[in-house]
């Protein structure tokens, strides 16, 4: 098994840009992918892959990654922003998921 | 439209069984592996399980190996997770999530709106 380690706590002033980091072992072999998760409902993905967005996500959202860690910026945060960030990847045996502990971006 | 909808969730005391399930519609159910993700009250996610598209394999977390087992109809288009020795911990909503994946990244690309699990006495 393995860890992603991921800040609790981000915050951005109302259209500026914000980067939400995720660190672990895992991510030198495997990209992060990153779901959003707003108050009472379920996660949605926002970024798979090296850098890809579902149908629906707006460009502001990015991925990136560099060694073992990987990111999520969003370009001009918009209030609707405003969530609970969870990055997950397979795990160094391939086998199994992990996931991060969630970054909660306060939007200002 | 392309859906999960789980169910079965309750209130069971400690030590107790229950199955959850996750009826899946809109999309070729039984081309997907499919994945049991939970959530305990203030807390973030965690992985649970996951299954094959044609159930022969099968992965558990360690904090539910031994106690969970997890299956698949695709006639029904339906995931199961069968819990059993519960414990208080085990207390959380349950996801079920659709994988959207290749070697390099794993992704869950649909989720159902969760079924809420209260292990108490």
């Known amino acids: 098994s393995s860890e992603l380690t991921q800040d609790p706590a981000v915050s951005v002033a109302l259209g500026q840009t914000v980067r939400i980091t995720c660190q672990g072992d895992?991510?030198?072999?495997?990209?992060a992918s990153w779901s959003q998760q707003k108050p009472g409902q379920a996660p949605v993905l926002v970024i798979y892959d090296k850098n890809n967005r579902p149908s629906g996500i707006p460009d502001r959202f990015s991925g990136s990654s560099s060694g073992n860690t990987a990111s999520l910026t969003i370009t001009a945060a918009q209030a609707e922003d405003e969530a609970d960030y969870y990055c997950?990847?397979?795990?160094?045996?391939?086998?199994?998921?992990?996931f991060g502990g969630g970054t909660k971006l306060t939007v200002l | 439209q392309v859906q999960l909808v789980e169910s079965g969730g309750g209130v069971v005391q400690p030590g107790r069984s229950l199955r959850i399930s996750c009826a899946a519609s809109g999309f070729t159910f039984r081309s997907y592996a499919m994945h049991w993700v939970r959530q305990a009250p203030g807390k973030g996610l965690e992985w649970v399980s996951v299954?094959?598209?044609?159930?022969?394999?099968?992965y558990y977390a360690d904090s539910v190996k031994g106690r969970f087992t997890i299956s698949r109809d695709n006639s029904k288009n339906t995931l199961y997770l069968h819990m059993d020795s519960l414990r208080p911990e085990d207390t959380a909503v349950y996801y079920c999530a659709r994988e959207y994946s290749t070697g390099w990244y794993l992704a869950f690309d649909l989720w159902g709106q969760g079924t809420m699990v209260t292990v108490s006495s």
């Open positions: 895992s991510l030198r072999s495997y990209y």
């Open positions: 997950n990847s397979r795990d160094t045996s391939g086998n199994h998921v992990v």
């Open positions: 299954i094959s598209y044609d159930g022969s394999n099968k």
